[in-house]
C-alpha cells in the first residue's frame, strides 16, 4: 500500500490502483444492475460491469506480462461486442417503450404465469 | 397343382381391389369385377375337383395333397405357423360347395341388391368371406385354420350389418360376433392345449393316428378327464358356436338381419358348416382317442336337431324358419359325425355327414334364395303377408318346393339320399337316438311344409301392388340350385369322401328308408291339411298346447336365461365391482400422484419468480458467499 501513496504523484500508476478503480466500476454497475427499475439505467449498468473488466485486461496485461498484446486487443474487442450488445438492447428498449409507454421493467409481466393456483383456474 | 393358390388369391385381391375403389365406380362394374373373379374360382375349384378325384393311386386311397406350403412366422424350432394349401377328399368338396354356393349368391345379389347403398361395399365383404372360408378349407394346420375361422367370423358380423342404420341389424351383428367370439376362446384353448403335448399344429401329424404323437398326453389328466379329452372337447366348442350348436344357437336366427343373400351364403350354406368341417378334419382324433367326446357331440347334436325343429313348427318370420331348419340340419350332421366309426361300412357316418353337408348347402342356400325372392316380391319376412303367391312366382315356386321336397326327404331328391345314410348310421349306433332323429325328420317335413303352404297356398293376402317374378339374375341361380338339388342325390359319394379314404359303396336300407319316407309323408299331408287352405286346427292346436307353443315361440326363452344371466348377474356382480375397482382404485392412485405433484409444484413456483434481477441477486450473493468461503477457509 505504500508503495501506492510513494509513487502517486511521481512516476507510473501502481497495479493496485487500476484494480481498485475497476473494482468501484464493477461494484457500482451491479448494485444498478440490481436496484433500478428504468432498463437505461439496467443498460448502463451492464456498460460499466464489462468497462470494469476491459480496465483489468489492460492493466494486468501492462503489468504482469509487458511485450504481449492479447490483453489490448482482448479489450477492444470486448468494446465492439458491448457496442453491438448496446445497440440491440436499446432497440428493445426502444419497442417496449413504444408498446407500454414506459421503460420500467416491473411492468414486463405480460408473459408471465399467474402466481397463485387461484389465478390459474381463472 | 400350384395353380390352386389363386383360388385363394383371386378373391383377395378382388376384395382389395373392390374396398379401395368402394364407389367410384358404377355398381354394376363393380359386381361384375367380384362375379367374374368368382367365377374363374368356381371354375379352378371344379378343376381341381376333376384332377383330384380322378388321380386315386393304387391302393385305391385318396393321398393328402399339399400343392402350397411356406412357413409364415418361425418363433422358435418347434413353434412356427405355416400356410399352406392342402387337399384331400373333404377339401376339396367343400371347396366345389364354397365356390358354387358363392357364386350363385353373387349373380343372385345383382337383382337382390340393385340400387341398396353401398353395393360395392358388399361385392366387397362378400369376396373378403369367400378368401376367408377358401382359407378355412384348405386350411394344412390347425392354427391356420383359427385365423381363417376367424376371418370368416368377421366377415359375417360386417355383412350381418350391412345395413348398419338399423338397429336390429348392429345389435345382430354384434351378437353374432360376440357369441362366436366366446366359442372361439374355448378353441384356441383347445388349440393350444393340443398343440403344448404334441408339438405341432400340423394336421397331417395329427390325424396319422400315430399313437406317439399324444405320448406325451397320455398319462395327464385334469378334473378326471385327460388333457386330451379336454382339447378336443375346447375345440368342438369352437365348432359349436361357429355351427350355432345348443346353447350357443343363439346369433342364428338373430343373423338374419342381413341381407338375405348374405343369409344362404354364410348362415345356411358355408360358414356355419365349418364346425362340422373342424370336426371331421380331427376325426381320426375324436375317433381313436376321445370316443367319449366324440359320443357327446352326438347326443348335442341331436338335442339341437330336434329342440330347433320343435321351435322351427312356430315361427312366423319366415328366414327364422330357415334358420332354426338350418340349426337342425346342421344337427344332424354332428349327429352323424358322432356316431362313426372308422373305415369301411363302420365309417357310413363320417361319410353321410359330409354328403348332407353337400346337399343341404345347395337345397338350403336355394331355400333362402327362393325367400329372399319372395321376400323381394311382398316387401315383408311375415308369412301373414304371403299366401297364394304359386300364381304371381312361378319359378320360385317350383324351385321352392323342390328344395322342401329334399329337405324332408323325398325321394329322389338330394335331401333323401344323405338323411337316409344318416339315419341308418345312427340306427346302427344307438336305435333311441335313430327313431329320435326319425322323429326330427318328420318334424323337418312338417315345418317346412307349413311354410310352403303357407306362403304359395293359402289364403291371398292383399298386397300393396301385385307380386311378380323376380328378374332373371335371381332366378337363374335358382335353377341352378334346384338342378343340383334334384340330381346330386345320385352321386356315389362314398366314392369319393369316406373315413379311411377308400371309396365305398354304400347301398339304401329299405327298412330305414321306408320309415322315414312315410314319416315324412305323413308330416307333409298333416301341414297339407291345416294350412293348404283356411282351417281352425293349427289355432286350436296352439290352444290346447298353449304352454308348449308360447314357450317354443319365445325359443324356449334361452335368450332370456343369456340375458339373465349377462345383465343380472354378470354385469351386477362382476362388472361392477371391477369397474368400482377401475374408478376408485387405480384412477384414483393415479389421480392422487397428479394432485400431490401439482400442490407440490404450486408451492414452490414462487422460486421462480422471472425477474431477472432478483436472479442476479441471488447469484451475486452466492457468489460472493463461495469467495468469502475460498477465502476464509
Redesign the interface.
Known amino acids: 500500500m505504500t508503495g501506492l501513496f510513494d509513487n502517486f504523484f511521481s512516476g507510473s500508476v501502481p497495479l493496485e490502483g487500476y484494480i481498485i478503480v475497476s473494482l468501484i466500476m464493477f461494484f457500482a454497475g ?1 448494485y444498478g ?2 436496484s433500478r427499475r428504468s432498463l437505461l439505467m ?1 443498460l448502463i449498468s451492464i456498460e460499466l460491469i464489462l468497462n470494469a473488466a476491459d480496465i483489468n485486461f489492460a492493466a494486468f496485461n501492462r503489468y504482469l506480462y509487458p511485450g504481449h498484446m492479447e490483453g489490448f486487443f482482448f479489450t477492444i474487442f470486448t468494446i465492439a461486442i458491448s457496442a453491438c450488445e448496446t445497440a440491440v438492447a436499446i432497440a428493445i428498449v426502444i419497442n417496449i417503450y413504444r408498446n407500454l409507454n414506459n421503460v420500467d ?1 416491473d411492468n414486463l ?1 405480460e408473459l ?2 399467474p ?3 387461484e389465478e390459474i383456474k381463472k | 397343382m400350384q395353380y390352386t393358390l389363386l383360388i385363394l388369391i383371386l378373391p383377395l385381391l378382388s376384395f382389395i381391389l373392390l374396398g379401395l375403389v368402394d364407389s367410384k365406380w358404377k355398381p354394376r362394374v363393380a359386381g361384375s369385377i367380384g362375379t367374374s373373379v368368382l367365377g374363374i374360382v368356381a371354375l379352378l375349384s371344379y378343376f381341381t375337383a376333376w384332377k383330384y378325384f380322378s388321380s386315386a393311386g393304387f391302393s385305391g386311397t385318396y393321398e393328402t395333397l399339399i400343392p402350397f406350403h411356406v412357413e409364415w412366422l418361425r418363433f422358435t424350432e418347434q413353434l412356427h405357423i405355416d400356410l399352406g394349401i392342402l387337399l384331400d377328399p373333404i377339401s376339396v368338396m367343400m371347396l366345389v360347395v364354397v365356390s358354387t354356393v358363392s357364386l350363385m349368391v353373387h349373380i343372385y345379389s345383382f337383382g337382390y341388391m340393385k340400387g341398396e347403398r353401398g353395393f360395392e361395399r358388399y361385392y366387397a365383404f362378400l369376396s373378403l368371406f369367400t378368401f376367408s372360408m377358401l382359407g378355412l378349407v384348405v386350411a394344412t394346420n390347425i392354427f391356420q385354420m383359427y385365423i381363417f375361422w376367424e376371418l370368416v367370423g368377421v366377415s359375417s358380423y360386417l355383412l350381418i350389418g350391412f345395413y348398419y342404420t338399423k338397429p336390429e341389424a348392429v345389435a345382430a351383428s354384434k351378437k353374432a360376433f360376440i357369441v362366436t367370439r366366446f366359442a372361439d376362446l374355448g378353441f384356441l384353448i383347445g388349440i393350444l392345449i393340443l398343440s403344448f403335448y404334441t408339438r405341432t399344429f400340423d394336421f397331417g401329424i395329427l390325424t396319422s393316428g400315430d399313437a406317439n404323437v399324444f405320448a406325451g398326453m397320455t398319462g395327464a389328466t385334469f378334473m378326471g378327464a385327460s388333457v386330451l379329452s379336454w382339447a378336443t372337447a375346447l375345440i368342438f366348442i369352437g365348432g359349436a358356436g361357429k355351427s350355432a350348436m345348443f346353447p350357443l344357437h343363439i346369433w342364428l336366427p338373430d343373423a338374419m338381419e342381413g341381407p338375405t343373400p348374405v343369409s344362404a351364403l354364410i348362415h345356411a350354406a358355408t360358414m356355419v358348416v365349418a364346425g362340422v368341417y373342424l370336426v371331421a378334419r380331427l376325426f381320426p382324433i375324436y375317433h381313436f382317442y376321445t370316443p367319449d367326446v366324440l359320443h357327446g357331440i352326438a347326443y348335442v347334436g341331436a338335442f339341437t336337431s330336434l329342440f330347433a325343429a320343435v321351435i322351427a313348427c312356430v315361427q312366423t318370420d319366415i328366414k327364422r324358419v330357415l334358420a332354426f331348419s338350418t340349426i337342425s340340419q346342421i344337427g344332424y350332421m354332428m349327429v352323424s359325425l358322432g356316431v362313426s366309426g372308422y373305415g369301411g361300412h363302420e365309417g357310413l357316418g363320417y361319410m353321410a355327414s359330409m354328403f348332407h353337408l353337400f346337399t343341404h348347402a345347395m337345397f338350403k342356400a336355394l331355400l333362402f334364395l327362393g325367400a329372399g325372392s319372395i321376400i323381394h316380391a311382398v316387401h315383408s319376412n311375415e308369412m301373414s303377408r304371403m299366401g297364394g303367391l304359386r300364381k304371381y312366382m312361378p319359378v320360385t315356386h317350383i324351385t321352392f318346393l323342390v328344395a322342401c321336397l329334399a329337405i324332408s326327404g323325398i325321394p329322389p331328391f338330394s335331401g333323401f339320399f344323405s338323411k337316409d345314410e344318416i339315419l341308418s348310421a345312427t340306427m346302427h349306433f344307438e336305435p333311441a337316438l335313430g327313431y329320435l332323429m326319425s322323429f326330427t325328420a318328420g318334424l323337418t317335413a312338417f315345418y317346412m311344409f307349413r311354410l310352403y303352404y303357407n306362403i304359395f297356398w293359402g289364403k291371398e293376402h292383399k298386397q300393396e301392388h301385385t307380386p311378380h317374378e323376380s328378374p332373371w339374375a335371381m332366378t337363374i341361380p335358382l335353377i341352378f340350385l334346384a338342378t343340383v338339388t334334384v340330381f346330386a342325390g345320385f352321386i356315389p359319394f362314398g366314392e369319393f369322401v369316406s373315413s379311411d379314404r377308400k371309396p365305398f359303396e354304400s347301398e339304401l336300407e329299405p327298412m330305414v328308408a321306408g320309415m322315414s319316407i312315410v314319416v315324412a309323408l305323413i308330416a307333409i299331408f298333416f301341414a297339407r291339411y291345416m294350412y293348404r287352405k283356411e282351417n281352425p286346427l293349427p289355432d286350436k292346436l296352439a290352444n290346447t298346447f298353449a304352454g308348449l307353443h308360447k314357450a317354443a315361440s319365445h325359443r324356449f326363452y334361452i335368450d332370456e336365461v343369456y340375458m339373465f344371466i349377462t345383465k343380472k348377474i354378470i354385469f351386477n356382480h362382476v362388472s361392477t365391482p371391477i369397474a368400482w375397482f377401475d374408478r376408485h382404485v387405480i384412477d384414483g392412485t393415479m389421480n392422487g400422484l397428479a394432485t400431490v405433484t401439482q400442490w407440490g409444484s404450486l408451492k414452490i413456483k414462487w422460486f421462480q419468480s422471472g425477474r431477472i434481477q432478483q436472479y442476479a441477486y441471488v447469484i451475486l450473493l452466492g457468489a460472493l458467499i463461495i469467495a468469502a468461503l475460498v477465502i476464509f477457509i
Open positions: 451491479v444492475f440490481l439496467i421493467v409481466q408471465k404465469e402466481d397463485s393456483p
